[in-house]
Nanobody, 121 residues
């Protein structure tokens, strides 16, 4: 059974930084695209950043130049380095990954449980 577990959320002052991590575990053969989403209260989940297995990263316009997504394939982990944080970055952050399990042909999408990020003075 594959699981994604996020960590690194918390309370930070405006202008501060946080690094989120999302580690995948289980019977994993390969992880393809890994994505960070966020959800503001009462709003739909939105894409923050995406990193494929190979190729270019993609960022939402609202975080370009402030957030950096990266991955460590040996650790099955994706990171989101967040800098120059603003109050409007306050949200629950979720990771999502397309994963092929061992002995399986299909690729399935998995979600983490979410981690709260609060930017406030």
């Amino acid at each position: 059974q594959v699981q994604l577990v996020e960590s690194g959320g918390g309370l930070v002052q405006p202008g501060g930084s946080l690094r989120l991590s999302c580690a995948a575990s289980g019977s994993i053969f390969r992880i393809y695209t890994m994505i960070w989403y966020r959800q503001h209260p009462g709003q739909e989940r939105e894409l923050v950043a995406r990193i494929p297995l190979s190729g270019s990263t993609v960022y939402a316009d609202s975080v370009k130049g402030r957030f950096t997504i990266s991955r460590d394939n040996a650790k099955n982990t994706v990171y989101l380095q967040m800098s120059s944080l603003k109050p409007e970055d306050t949200a629950v952050y979720y990771c999502n990954a397309d994963i092929q399990e061992r002995q399986m042909r299909v690729i399935q999408s998995y979600w983490g449980q979410g981690t709260q990020v609060t930017v406030s003075s």
